[in-house]
């Protein structure tokens, strides 16, 4: 893995729950955080200047996004999608692709990665664990980028969780809503199981079919 970037400064667009536990969890790493809702112009702006944003608003208000203030920046998704509370979206569901992709899409002049978005909030609020600890959970993060993949490790590891590679972001499909990883509150080891058995279950079976590839190219 190559070297992570330094982060300093972090930015977090969405201000419910989650967007507030990953705040705590960004300053107790002494970081410095601007937290702002998707409906607060001026608190985006700010958020948008930090050296890393991560996006914790409903996923179907990414069309919102400040695209340009996002341009050139590593953007982490953590947002996930719930047709209940984003209305039935195909580009969402589609197997042929992942909700990262289609958001990827939408900001194509960010540099996109995944991760935090399977861990439960409860666990982003209460299992944060140093380094070395017996009982750290893990977080899988998926990029395309092999430096925003290291930048995003260093930052889930600063943030109590060890992190677990998942490789380029179309696999962020293994760890969304319906997948084994998702909510599991894993372990490093547990959690590579479950990203390594992805691709024998039923989900992992329709992705691949759909996609046209075999697991083994994945």
Do not use: C
Request: hydrophobic share 45%; aromatic share 6%; proline share 7%.
């Amino acid at each position: 893995m190559t070297t992570p970037a330094p982060i300093r400064t972090v930015g977090i667009l969405g201000a419910g729950r989650v967007g507030a536990a990953l705040a705590t969890l960004a300053r107790d790493a002494g970081l410095a955080v601007t937290v702002a809702g998707s409906s607060d112009a001026s608190g985006i702006a700010r958020a948008s200047k930090a050296d890393v944003v991560i996006l914790a608003i409903p996923l179907g208000k990414y069309k919102t996004l400040p695209v340009d203030a996002l341009a050139e920046k590593l953007v982490i998704d953590a947002m996930n999608y719930w047709w209940e509370l984003d209305g039935v979206r195909p580009e969402f569901s589609d197997p042929q692709t992942s909700t990262s992709e289609t958001l990827q899409a939408f900001l194509k002049d960010s540099r996109l990665a995944k991760s935090f978005n399977h861990a439960s909030v409860w666990e982003l609020e209460n299992l944060a664990r140093p380094a070395g600890h017996p009982e750290r959970r893990a977080l899988a993060i998926a990029s395309d980028n092999p430096e925003d993949l290291s930048t995003t490790s260093s930052l889930v590891d600063r943030m109590g969780f060890e992190p677990v590679p998942a490789g380029p972001l179309a696999n962020g499909v293994m760890f969304e809503p319906g997948t084994e990883a998702f909510g599991s509150d894993a372990s490093a080891a547990e959690l590579r199981a479950m990203l390594n058995r992805f691709w024998t279950s039923q989900r992992g079976l329709v992705v691949a079919r759909n996609r046209d590839k075999p697991p083994a190219e994945w």
